[in-house]
T-cell receptor, first 115, second 112 residues
Framework: DAKTTQPTSMDCAEGRAANLPCNHSTISGNEYVYWYRQIHSQGPQYIIHGLKNNETNEMASLIITEDRKSSTLILPHATLRDTAVYYCIVRVREGATSGTYKYIFGTGTRLKVLA | DGGITQSPKYLFRKEGQNVTLSCEQNLNHDAMYWYRQDPGQGLRLIYYSQIVNDFQKGDIAEGYSVSREKKESFPLTVTSAQKNPTAFYLC???????????FGPGTRLLVL
């Protein structure tokens, strides 16, 4: 019961911006969107997260639509080292009043940065 | 050098044997998690623990067991009851209140 839908794969030219879309049309009002990336056979690396405002850090920018049904991760100047699988994840609460949260992973987008 | 360590990197098991995967963190995080990843798939939650001496089943707990006797350690045992144990296993931890999870390098388990 993945809550996110992403393209299976994308290519991006080195030095250009990589825009990775994610659909999360069933997201609830208090559920955050997280982005991680995973290089082959390594643990996922945290990139960024947000609730409803756009966010930016040293790695990327996250643009969330006003209705929160979709978002886009932007890598402003992609390099060959950005080649990885990118996961858009919804963080959900376990139970109505629980203080426990869990991640719902989809299958991710395989981004290939081309020289 | 703070972080999460998992050992071993590769693990081979004979059918019918139990095997334990190690996960240690020195981030002083309260919560720890175990995930399973199959080829071409996302991660699925096996077990998680919010505090010492307490843990909860995730979405695919059958055939697995855990313990949380120390804050920094959360070992996972893959039992003989797990019918398809070959997978990549990932451990993560998070600070209660912040909820961002940080992952270890993973252990690849192969059943011979």
């Amino acid at each position: 019961d993945a809550k996110t839908t992403q393209p299976t794969s994308m290519d991006c030219a080195e030095g250009r911006a990589a825009n990775l879309p994610c659909n999360h049309s069933t997201i609830s009002g208090n559920e955050y969107v997280y982005w991680y990336r995973q290089i082959h056979s390594q643990g996922p690396q945290y990139i960024i997260h947000g609730l409803k405002n756009n966010e930016t850090n040293e790695m990327a920018s996250l643009i969330i639509t006003e209705d929160r049904k979709s978002s886009t991760l932007i890598l402003p100047h992609a390099t060959l080292r950005d080649t990885a699988v990118y996961y858009c994840i919804v963080r959900v609460r376990e139970g109505a009043t629980s203080g426990t949260y869990k991640y719902i992973f989809g299958t991710g987008t395989r981004l290939k940065v081309l020289a | 050098d703070g972080g999460i360590t998992q050992s071993p990197k590769y693990l081979f098991r004979k059918e019918g044997q139990n095997v334990t995967l190690s996960c240690e963190q020195n981030l002083n995080h309260d919560a720890m998690y175990w995930y399973r990843q199959d080829p071409g798939q996302g991660l699925r939650l096996i077990y998680y623990s919010q505090i010492v001496n307490d843990f909860q089943k995730g979405d695919i707990a059958e055939g697995y067991s855990v313990s949380r006797e120390k804050k920094e350690s959360f070992p996972l045992t893959v039992t003989s009851a797990q019918k398809n144990p070959t997978a990549f296993y990932l451990c993560a931890s998070s600070d209660t209140g912040r909820e961002t999870q940080y992952f270890g390098p993973g252990t690849r388990l192969l059943v011979l």
